[in-house]
């Protein structure tokens, strides 16, 4: 794409463009995603919490893959 930037912007490089629109596109998803629960549960109701994973599993499970992609620091 070869667009000018507005009148009072600055240009970004090709591969800035590129990473602009890559993210914007995994936020459009995310929030597609989302979406589409809060209407799963707009229509069927609440699940039942004992079926459900209690959020602070979730979020140790998440810290943890985070610190194992960080490796070790010494």
């Known amino acids: ?12 490089t090709p591969k800035g463009a590129d990473a602009l629109r890559a993210y914007a596109a995994r936020q459009r998803s995310n929030a597609e995603e ?6 799963d549960i707009a229509v069927h109701g609440l699940p039942d919490p004992d079926s459900t994973t209690p959020w602070e599993v979730v979020r140790d499970r998440r810290l943890a893959e985070l610190a194992a992609g960080r490796g070790h620091v010494a």
Not at 3 to 11: H, L, S
Not at 34 to 39: I, K, N, P, S
């Open 1 to 12: 794409m070869s667009e000018q930037p507005a009148p009072g912007r600055k240009p970004v």
């Open 34 to 39: 989302l979406a589409a629960v809060l209407e």
